[in-house]
């Protein structure tokens, strides 16, 4: 995409935040703030144990859309010198940050007050649902975070510059992070795969996901808003990890 077209959008994005000013961020994680109706124990699924070791039940942290971004295109999208503005403390030493930026699509389709969470990174990256990406009009792949060669790209809009990347959105793999300590309580290593069972109003077991394992990691599951709306979870509910 050459500059032309970049300012273009940008000037046609700065123009839609005119016309929406001092709007909040949202929370656009939607099943949030209901907990799904249970239709039975967590105890109930079978193999939810290993021999020797502690059920793994684990909370549930719903990802609303987010994006990472390198110092430079912090001062590029918000002004020279500028540095992030810590919110809300997450695991790992990472924060959501005040910045939110709108992001746009290879089709000119934007949307807006998508959070920063900081600290900088080496590279940045956008995670985005398979539901915002139609939205966008865009195919990103499903990726760990920063796996990116070969991701889509990603316009992003701040109030001070714009900043394309040639690849950079991703829709996040669904994850568990945990501590040493559970890993060995749990019976489970860093890469290993397991099902995580839900017995919510809409009951299922997502399949397939990864266990990152980390001493600054606290035990959470990531799932993102498609994930958790899809199976009626919320940051209220515990799902429990299959590993037959
Ligand atoms: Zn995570």
Do not use: W
Request: include cysteine.
């Amino acid at each position: 995409m050459d500059e032309e077209l970049i300012q273009a959008m940008t000037a046609r994005v700065l123009e839609r935040l005119g016309r929406i000013p001092d709007r909040q961020p949202e929370d656009e994680r939607g099943a949030a703030d209901a907990p799904g109706e249970l239709c039975g124990k967590n105890e109930n699924f079978e193999s939810g144990i290993r021999p020797g070791h502690d059920r793994l039940i684990v909370p549930i942290g719903v990802s609303a859309r987010h994006a990472h971004l390198t110092p430079e295109h912090i001062e590029r999208l918000f002004g020279a010198g500028h540095v992030l503005t810590p919110k809300k403390e997450l695991m790992g030493g990472q924060y959501a940050a005040e910045e939110c930026v709108t992001i746009v699509g290879t089709k000119l389709r934007a949307i807006e007050n998508v959070r920063v969470l900081g600290p900088p990174r080496k590279a940045s990256q956008v995670e985005i649902s398979r539901t915002d990406a139609i939205r966008l009009g865009i195919n990103p792949p499903v990726r760990d975070s920063g796996d990116l060669a070969g991701s889509s790209p990603i316009a992003l809009v701040g109030p001070q510059g714009a900043v394309y990347l040639e690849e950079g959105c991703i829709i996040a793999k669904r994850h568990i992070h945990m501590s040493r300590p559970d890993a060995e309580r749990f019976g489970v290593r860093d890469g290993d795969t397991v099902k995580v069972g839900f017995r919510t109003g809409r009951a299922g077991v997502l399949d397939d996901v990864g266990i990152r394992v980390d001493d600054s990691f606290s035990l959470e599951m990531h799932i993102d808003a498609d994930e958790a709306n899809s199976l009626g979870i919320s940051d209220k509910t515990d799902g429990t990890v299959i590993y037959a």
